[in-house]
Structures are given as C-alpha cells and as structure tokens.
C-alpha cells in the first residue's frame, strides 16, 4: 500500500511563487498517475495538475495553466509542484494523490473519483 505525504505549503503575498511536494512512499514508476488537487472552504475539490509517471507527461488545468509546473523526481519519489504568479483565489490545501492500478478508459487525471490514495495536504494562502 502506497503513502503520501505533502509539505512546502505556506503563505506568501500575490504574485509570489511557492514549491510543494510529495513524498512517495515507493516507486513512481508502480503508480500509473500522480496528481495535485486543491480544495477552498466551500468549495468542492479540483484538480490543479497530474503527472503520467512513465512517460513523466503532465496535465493542467486551465486556472493555472502557465503558473504552475508538475514534475517528478524518480530517484528520490516524488512529486513537485512548482507555483508562480500565484494569486489569492489560489489558496486552499492542496493535496496530492495516486492512481495505483490502471486506469479505466473513463478515467480523467483531473479528476478527482480514479484516485485511490491520498495524502493528508499541505496549507497554501495568498494574500492581495
């Protein structure tokens, strides 16, 4: 069974840039998908970016497409979320989460149904 661990979260001022991770409790390469969602108080939770392990191919969303970048780091398992030009609509805790088997030919990496593991999130507020 795999675990996930967030950290990096934090407060910073609009347009500031922010880095969260993480952490894979074993390979990358034994997960199909990796994907960071976010959810503000009332609000339902979405997905911000994912990332395909093998070939290493992210996706985004349109709200922080060009702002925020997903990577990974195989050798030391785990997963990145670069954040720039971030503004106060986003913030709320980010959390991470994988897709263990394969995925079904419904399946969306955005969305938020596929995932089966999840991490317990990590705190990001932007203040204007």
């Known amino acids: 069974q795999v675990q996930l661990a967030e950290y990096g979260g934090g407060s910073v001022a609009a347009r500031g840039s922010l880095k969260i991770s993480c952490i894979v409790s074993?390979?990358?390469?034994?997960?199909?998908?990796v994907g960071w969602f976010r959810q503000a108080p009332g609000r339902e939770r979405e997905g911000v970016a994912a990332?395909?392990?093998?070939?290493?191919?992210?996706v985004y969303a349109d709200s922080v497409k060009g702002r925020f970048t997903i990577s990974q780091d195989v050798a030391k398992k785990m997963v990145h979320l670069q954040m720039d030009n971030l503004q106060p609509e986003d913030t709320a805790m980010y959390y991470c989460?994988?897709?263990?088997?394969?995925?079904?030919?419904?399946?969306?990496?955005?969305?938020?149904?596929?995932?089966?593991?999840w991490g317990q999130g990590t705190q990001v507020t932007v203040s204007s």
């Open positions: 989460a994988a897709l263990t088997t394969r995925p079904a030919t419904t399946f969306q990496a955005l969305g938020t149904a596929d995932y089966n593991t």
């Open positions: 990332i395909y392990t093998s070939p290493g191919i992210g």
């Open positions: 074993r390979s990358l390469y034994s997960l199909y998908w």
